[in-house]
């Protein structure tokens, strides 16, 4: 009679290809769920993009696509409020920018979905505004494909600028793509030449029998004057570097129109500058006009006093500023 006992050693065999399998096939659907999701939160991505180019977030979509994994894709997002109750006119410079440098990525042929532009207002994510403590806008921030933001992931507006060019150079450095900027055509320039031009020959013709004025000393002194205070105000760097007119606290609606850094301006304050320097260029007018002339003493003496407070008021107000951004200068002058 034969034996029905089973053998030990295939029942070892046996029990260990089954745990193998159970080990295995939890693993193996785990990472094709993974695959799934994230092929669905690209597809999704790249149909939002379609449409608009930069993809506009609430407080879910942001933590879904954004915060959340599987990502294989880096994300820059703009932390704004755009509303117009919020009154921030930064934001909506800041936007323009943005929307550029954006539209210049999604039109240009080296486009992919290892890229997307998003925005967050403050008004539909507050939640994220509160979950990043976050409490100023506009914020410029990069969210890699993979890992947590570092410091450098957020893009220096106060001491750059958010012009799309530097945004650009920004995103290059923390991502590798390339994105060169495309600007709209922009014939502002040429019409406001071609009206100059038009008024000069228009106010030549006019006076062609007397041309006298040509010469006149005062008029080409004065001309000359507002192109010195322009470019020693800090017009050019605002040129070339767009920082926003001012900054407002979202928190408490406070107003900063002098920045507190050396490295850096808003427009606001070159503006001050100018007229700072144009008041103090009168004292000093005033007090040659004093020394010089031959008229009444009185008159004279009373010029004299206002050329003099002029030159000694402003002058006090200037170097406030200029202390208050360079921390540690020892001096001043009547205003602290």
């Given at each position: ?256 129109y002098i920045h507190g850094s050396s490295q850096a301006q ?71």
């Open positions: 009679m034969a034996s029905t006992r089973t053998n030990p050693i295939v029942n070892l065999h046996f029990l260990t290809v089954l745990l193998l399998l159970a080990i295995c096939l939890p693993f193996g659907g785990g990472q094709k769920k993974k695959e799934n999701l994230l092929s669905e939160k690209v597809e999704q991505m790249m149909e939002w993009s379609s449409r608009r180019s930069v993809i506009r977030m609430n407080g879910d979509k942001f933590r879904r696509f954004v915060k959340a994994p599987p990502r294989n894709y880096s994300v820059i997002v703009m932390f704004t409020a755009l509303q117009p109750q919020r009154q921030c006119s930064v934001c909506r410079q800041a936007n323009e920018e943005y929307q550029v440098l954006a539209n210049s990525w999604r039109y240009s042929s080296a486009f992919s979905n290892k890229l997307f532009f998003t925005v967050v207002d403050y008004d539909e994510g507050a939640d994220v505004f509160q979950q990043l403590n976050m409490n100023s806008a506009p914020t410029f921030m990069h969210f890699p494909a993979k890992g947590k933001p570092k410091r450098a992931d957020t893009f220096d507006l106060q001491r750059i600028g958010f012009a799309s060019e530097q945004l650009a150079k920004w995103i290059a450095d923390r991502t590798d793509v390339q994105i060169r900027v495309f600007r709209p055509p922009n014939y502002s320039g040429t019409i406001a030449l071609a009206l100059l031009v038009s008024l000069v020959g228009g106010l030549l013709y006019l006076r062609r029998n007397n041309l006298e004025f040509i010469y006149n000393k005062t008029g080409w002194a004065m001309a000359a004057l507002c192109v010195v205070f322009a470019m020693t105000s800090g017009q050019m760097w605002n040129h070339i570097r767009g920082p926003p007119y001012a900054h407002k606290n979202p928190q408490n609606g406070q107003v900063s808003f427009v606001a304050e070159s503006h001050i500058i100018l007229l700072l320097n144009a008041a103090i260029t009168m004292g000093m007018v005033l007090l040659n006009e004093a020394a010089t002339s031959k008229g009444d003493v009185g008159k004279r003496r009373i010029i004299c006093l206002v050329g003099l407070g002029l030159v000694v008021f402003f002058f006090s107000f200037l170097l406030s500023i200029f202390r208050s951004k360079y921390h540690g200068y020892p001096y001043s002058f009547l205003i602290k």
